[in-house]
Nanobody, 122 residues
Framework: QVQVVELGGGLVPPGGSLNPSCTAP????????IGWFRQAPGKEREAASC?????????YYVHAVKGRFIISRDNAKNTVYLQMNSLKPEDTAIYYC??????????????WGQGTQVTVSS
């Protein structure tokens, strides 16, 4: 069993940046593919980004965030980040980190965090 924890959401103006983090106390995230999913009010949940556990594939980004978001691992800190730049109001959503045993990316997730709210508004 893997417990996933997200930190670092918040309220930012359009054009701002956030860098939420994903950790798993007691587990090593380098064994898992990690996806950042998001769900906006009234919309379906979608995969925003994903990083493969073997690092044998390029990270996945949904079209709407390409060129603005960067997913990365810091194995020394057992942390996966989602650097979000040039944020737009349509990026407003609850962002969930999820870990997957499978190597597919975006993966069918096995372990989900509680989510962190990202709000982009002036």
């Amino acid at each position: 069993q893997v417990q996933v924890v997200e930190l670092g959401g918040g309220l930012v103006p359009p054009g701002g940046s956030l860098n939420p983090s994903c950790t798993a106390p007691g587990s090593s995230l380098d064994r898992y593919s990690i996806g950042w999913f998001r769900q906006a009010p009234g919309k379906e949940r979608e995969a925003a980004s994903c990083i493969n556990r073997r690092n044998d594939l390029e990270p996945y980004y949904v079209h709407a965030v390409k060129g603005r978001f960067i997913i990365s691992r810091d194995n020394a800190k057992n942390t996966v980040y989602l650097q979000m730049n040039s944020l737009k109001p349509e990026d407003t959503a609850i962002y969930y980190c999820a870990a997957a045993n499978r190597g597919a990316c975006p993966p069918p997730a096995d372990y989900w965090g509680q989510g962190t709210q990202v709000t982009v508004s002036s």
